[in-house]
């Protein structure tokens, strides 16, 4: 797929048939969102898929800070992204200091630029994600057992589409609307 193409046509799915997404699969699409750009090249970005149902269970019932709506979409993936970041790399020096005024800020934007690719990668191979960002960072850490170091950044169900499952795309704004130069 060319790339501008998987851009515009990549939707948030939040339906999913129930089979689970094959672990090499899996591994292909983290192995191309491992080159989403990082600071320093750090690759602060972590993956991990909660298949055990009672996990998903915890999540989406204790996790959520009460929007059903997810916790709905969580229920019935067949698995469940977590993704998470290496604390203490992107934004620092190694004596600790930050290098810039965003401070530990870039810890957030690299995540975020390797769970767009994520993201991006498996709506090339047919899988369908949604990008989830409510919920309470150490409920979902202490329900996944998250190694220490590690800080939640992004809840992605991650499955195949039901055939049903193929938004529109909303609308956009124009490019002159969001591009100014001096």
């Not at 269970?57 to 996790?63: M, V």
């Not at 150490?138 to 590690?150: F, H, S």
């Amino acid at each position: 797929m060319e790339a501008i193409t998987c851009i515009k046509q990549r939707r948030s799915i939040r339906k999913f048939k129930p089979e689970v997404v094959d672990h090499e699969v899996v591994r292909e699409i983290v192995e191309a969102a491992s080159f989403a750009p990082s600071w320093k090249n750090t690759q602060i970005t972590r993956y991990i898929v909660v298949e055990d149902e009672a996990v998903k269970e915890k999540i989406a019932d204790e996790c959520v800070l009460g929007f059903t709506y997810n916790a709905k979409i969580i229920k019935n993936t067949p698995q469940l992204v977590v993704a998470t970041y290496i604390n203490g790399r992107s934004g620092f020096e190694k004596d600790g200091s930050y290098t810039t005024g965003k401070e530990d800020r870039w810890q957030n934007f690299d995540t975020g630029i390797a769970v767009q690719t994520f993201c991006l990668a498996a709506h090339d191979k047919g899988i369908g994600t949604v990008i989830l960002g409510i919920f309470d960072d150490e409920k979902v850490a202490e329900a996944i057992n998250l190694p220490e170091g590690q800080t939640v950044a992004a809840l992605i169900p991650m499955g195949y589409p039901l055939d049903a499952e193929a938004p529109a795309a909303p609308k956009r704004k124009e490019a002159d609307e969001l591009v100014s130069y001096l």
